[in-house]
Nanobody, 121 residues
Framework: QVQLVESGGGLVQAGGSLRLSCAAS????????MGWFRQAPGKEREVVAA????????YYTYSVKGRFTISRDNAKNTVYLQMNSLKPEDTAVYYC??????????????WGQGTQVTVSS
């Protein structure tokens, strides 16, 4: 069992930056791939980025490539999402998830409660 708690969301102007954190409980964090997803009002939840258990392999959805960076610290049981050059279209609730590394929701077994990111124009 893994419990995930996101933090770091908030309100930022377009062009600004935020760093999301996801703290995981449990001693098996390092065995899981981790993902960040987001869901905007009226839209389906979509993958933003994913990282494998070691941090050696990452995936980004096209719209965030070059702006967002996913990383993890297995010693701290934490995964991060550094978001730079934020745009209003990045506004969403951001969720972290633990499971096998991938770009689909079905590949993840555990989910956090989400953190709101709002980007003003």
């Amino acid at each position: 069992q893994v419990q995930l708690v996101e933090s770091g969301g908030g309100l930022v102007q377009a062009g600004g930056s935020l760093r999301l954190s996801c703290a995981a409980s449990g001693r098996t964090f390092s065995l899981y791939g981790m993902g960040w997803f987001r869901q905007a009002p009226g839209k389906e939840r979509e993958v933003v980025a994913a990282i494998n258990w070691s941090g050696g392999s990452t995936y980004y959805t096209y719209s965030v490539k070059g702006r967002f960076t996913i990383s993890r610290d297995n010693a701290k049981n934490t995964v991060y999402l550094q978001m730079n050059s934020l745009k209003p279209e990045d506004t969403a609730v951001y969720y972290c998830a633990a499971g096998s590394t991938g770009a689909t929701m079905s590949q993840y077994d555990y989910w956090g409660q989400g953190t709101q990111v709002t980007v003003s124009s």
